[in-house]
């Protein structure tokens, strides 16, 4: 089974600028969830989405959106990038759906290494 | 306010040499205790899920247990392969959040 993928791995762009990543899950998991990590503040909690439905958000501006489609597949998208949104943005997915124990094991894509200049 | 702590940040150990990283949580209420390992510029890997203080899982050299404030990730006689950041995490279900912790850079020294 394949595992998450994400697209692009790498990008650099300039302040000001908007970006959008994407996000494609383990075929059958319905909730994707995407995090920000930096070498300071470790893995922060963005927001998770499931059956195309915000379900959860962290406590990040609202420059910082996503969207999920009908097929699990997610994006998030950053606008008027600032220099402290350079990170590694992952996104994990989930089975999440009758309740039982091992639905809710996340399990990560390699990440998009993000360069704001 | 759901929390979780990782300790040591750091460890060097020689091969051979077992040891146990800790992971401290705060929680309104636990949907599952997780622990990853994160290898550099890649997305962490999931290794456990712990439900119920008194519950243990094991894979190969590594094992984890979990009580109703913390978990231990024991490594037996680690190898250098075994180097890499550990991550714990607790799912909330007063907020159904993941909230990680910092993670334990572990160096197995050959």
């Known amino acids: 089974k394949a595992g998450v993928t994400q697209t692009p791995r790498y990008l650099i762009k300039t302040r000001g600028q908007q970006v959008t990543l994407s996000c494609s899950p383990i075929?059958?998991?319905?909730?994707v969830s995407w995090y920000q990590q930096t070498p300071g503040q470790g893995l922060q909690f963005l927001f998770e989405?499931?059956?195309?439905?915000?379900?959860n958000k962290g406590n990040f501006p609202g420059r910082f959106s996503g969207r999920q489609f009908s097929n699990s597949r997610s994006e998030m998208n950053v606008s008027t990038l600032e220099l402290g949104d350079s990170a590694l943005y992952l996104c994990?997915?989930?089975?999440?759906?009758?309740?039982?124990?091992?639905?809710?094991?996340?399990?990560f894509g390699p990440g998009t290494r993000l360069t704001v200049t | 306010e759901d929390q979780v702590t990782q300790s040591p940040e750091a460890l060097r150990l020689q091969e051979g040499e077992s040891s146990s990283l800790n992971c401290s949580y705060t929680?309104?209420?636990?949907?599952?205790l997780f622990w990853y390992r994160q290898d550099p510029g890649k997305g962490p890997e999931f290794l456990f899920t712990?439900?119920?203080a008194g519950e243990e899982k094991e894979k190969e050299r590594l094992k984890a247990t979990l009580t109703k404030k913390e978990s231990f990730l024991h490594i037996t006689a680690p190898k250098p392969e075994d180097s890499a950041t550990y991550l714990c995490?607790?799912?909330?279900?007063?907020?159904?959040?993941?909230?990680f912790g910092t993670g334990t850079r572990l160096k197995v020294l050959a």
């Open positions: 712990l439900y119920s």
């Open positions: 994990a997915s989930s089975l999440s759906t009758s309740g039982r124990k091992n639905d809710y094991e996340q399990y």
């Open positions: 995490a607790v799912r909330s279900s007063g907020t159904y959040k993941y909230i």
């Open positions: 929680v309104s209420g636990l949907r599952g």
């Open positions: 075929s059958g998991h319905r909730s």
């Open positions: 989405y499931f059956s195309e439905t915000q379900r």
